[in-house]
């Protein structure tokens, strides 16, 4: 019995969305085909008649995030934006509590930029665009208020991406939020975007 139109397609996004989960949360090395394809509900032998390589199948979860816009991802963006306050709302979600804690939905550019760092070419574009994704909307924003600057755009998005790898690499909870939270405070002065104010939570220790 032959399959229906697009489930090849369909089953290709589940083991692509399924591998970015595990990736996200066990790191590169540590994921192998076999747990990807027991996630999808699928074979080992499967797995090659959709990706050439592991490598191959991660520069493809790093491009699935990348089409997932910014509203999707959190929820607390509006939709009814315009450049500037996108920017700025980036900015606080990126850097805010829940972005910490959604290890397995987190970007990839917070997950495994140290496998990226030592890994094939493929890979390093895919990573390469999702920054460059971030860093385009700060361009745009800065260029809409007629102040262009793209190093300003580069240093904002790189401080965002360091600010969340550094605190999810800290024991100490409080310095991680005090940190995320400096970053978030220093990187919309430098844009001259005024911050929206939130109500500070900490997680409850036990």
């Known amino acids: 019995m032959p399959y229906p139109a697009g489930h090849r397609e369909k089953t290709r996004e589940r083991i692509v969305r399924g591998a970015r989960t595990l990736f996200n949360r066990h790191g590169f090395d540590e994921v192998s085909i076999e747990d990807v394809m027991s996630r999808a509900g699928l074979t080992r032998g499967v797995f090659y008649s959709y990706f050439k390589s592991k490598s191959q199948l991660y520069a ?3 491009t699935q995030a990348l089409r997932e816009p910014p509203v999707t991802r959190w929820p607390e963006i509006r939709v009814d934006f315009t450049a500037v306050d996108a920017a700025r709302q980036v900015i606080q979600a990126y850097l805010s509590e829940q972005h910490y ?53 580069l ?6 991406v360091g600010g969340m790898v550094v605190a999810r690499s800290l024991e100490d909870r409080e310095l991680a939020d005090d940190l995320r939270e400096a970053a978030t405070r220093v990187a919309l002065r430098l844009c001259g975007w005024q911050q929206e104010r939130r109500r500070r939570t900490r997680a409850i220790k036990r």
């Open 101 to 153: 804690e959604d290890i397995d939905g987190s970007c990839p550019l917070v997950a495994l930029p140290s496998y990226v760092s030592r890994s094939d070419p493929t890979v390093k574009r895919a990573f390469e665009s999702v920054f460059l994704g971030m860093v385009g909307l700060f361009e745009q924003s800065l260029q809409q208020e007629k102040r262009p600057d793209r190093d300003l755009a």
């Open 155 to 160: 240093v904002t998005a790189g401080l965002c």
């Open 60 to 62: 493809e979860a790093i």
